[in-house]
């Protein structure tokens, strides 16, 4: 897959694609000299992106493992479709400001053209969830122990240059599960080659991404258990019904493999 890079063509899916922040072009805008692009006093800095041609607010957060709400609001952006090639966002919290905690959604917002269920599941799912193995060895404080989000076999292995995930084949309406505790920090269809995506936040290391479902079953700012029923698999955005799932350490894609447990 190339970007999840990018936060997957649709096959027995009806899902519509939702339009999200659109990509960044560069038509060569002229500015005054006396005019710098956003931010521009701060490229380079450490905790900080310039924008690159195609890139949108949804891409930047993810490869830097952030909410693009968040991104939005460090970066005073009215309307998140407002960036331009060359701008400097800040990507990372300001220091003198801690995080603060995400707020559960009072009224649930469901992009148009995403099929929705109704949230009647707010417990682990009852399937057998197979027994999570050890961290990785460099394990710190945020490391997690992960499971399965889905139960077939994997079709697509991770590549580092082409697919920032694998792929899980299986049938339209099988079940995916949060792959550990987290908050969803984005739900839609904006994020173009993922068609139906859910991306959960588990802690300031880790996000898990999961692409191409059929329906959604959880809304942003939604705290999930691990285990928890999400979405159900489709093929939104895909050449067949499958589960792209990725894992990203510190907003940098790496392979699934490595987190969950052996089967």
Request: aromatic letters at 6%; charged letters at 15%.
């Amino acid at each position: 897959m190339t970007v999840l890079a990018a936060l997957l063509v649709t096959a027995g899916c009806s899902t519509r694609r939702v339009s999200g922040p659109a990509p960044v072009e560069d038509r060569g805008l002229v500015r005054p000299a006396a005019a710098p692009l956003p931010g521009a006093e701060n490229a380079g800095k450490p905790g900080y992106y310039t924008v690159k041609p195609g890139d949108t607010l949804f891409r930047i957060a993810l490869d830097n493992g952030q909410n693009w709400r968040d991104v939005q609001t460090w970066n005073g952006l009215t309307n998140p479709n407002a960036i331009e090639v060359g701008q400097v966002l800040r990507v990372q919290p300001p220091a003198a400001v801690a995080q603060p905690a995400p707020v559960v959604a009072s009224t649930p917002v469901t992009p148009a053209g995403v099929v929705s269920r109704p949230l009647t599941d707010t417990a682990p799912a009852a399937a057998p969830i197979p027994a999570p193995t050890p961290a990785p060895a460099s394990a710190g404080a945020d490391e997690l122990q992960f499971i399965w989000p889905a139960q077939g076999t994997v079709v697509s292995s991770f590549d580092e240059a082409t697919n920032k995930g694998v792929s899980i084949a299986g049938k339209i309406g099988d079940p995916v599960l949060a792959a550990a505790d987290g908050r969803v920090v984005y739900a839609g269809a904006g994020l173009r080659g993922y068609g139906n995506l859910i991306i959960l936040k588990h802690n300031n290391t880790y996000l898990t991404a999961y692409a191409h479902n059929q329906a959604l079953l959880v809304r942003e700012d939604q705290a999930v258990r691990q285990g928890q029923k999400i979405a159900e698999m489709g093929s939104s955005d895909a050449d067949r019904v499958k589960l792209h799932f990725e894992v990203r350490r510190l907003g940098k894609p790496v392979d699934p493999i490595g987190y969950l447990p052996k089967r």
